[in-house]
């Protein structure tokens, strides 16, 4: 089992910048490919970005590429999505989700509760 809690959350102006921050429980946190979702009003949860089991790969999805950046610190059991640029239409609550790759895709198993993100016009 591993817990994951977000923070970093806030209300921010819009061109502003947050960083959002998950933390883990356990002594494993390496064995995991970590991923960052988020979820606006009215809508489905979305993938946002993932980072590889040391941190050397990423990936984005095209609305927030090259202004989000995901990395983590094993070291410390965290990982961090820092937002820049930020955009009205970012305002979600964000989630940070643990998982591994399975025989077609990323299989998350443990999700974070969530932090709120809401960018003002």
């Known amino acids: 089992q591993v817990q994951l809690v977000e923070s970093g959350g806030g209300l921010v102006q819009a061109g502003g910048s947050l960083r959002l921050s998950c933390s883990a429980s356990g002594r494993t946190f390496s064995s995991y490919i970590m991923g960052w979702f988020r979820q606006a009003p009215g809508k489905e949860r979305e993938f946002v970005a993932r980072i590889s089991y040391s941190g050397g790969n990423t990936y984005y999805a095209d609305s927030v590429k090259g202004r989000f950046t995901v990395s983590r610190d094993n070291s410390k059991n965290m990982v961090y999505l820092q937002m820049n640029s930020l955009k009205p239409e970012d305002t979600a609550v964000y989630y940070c989700?643990?998982?591994?790759?399975?025989?077609?895709?990323?299989?998350?198993?443990?999700w974070g509760q969530g932090t709120q993100v809401t960018v003002s016009s």
């Open positions: 989700a643990a998982g591994y790759i399975s025989s077609t895709s990323v299989r998350y198993d443990y």
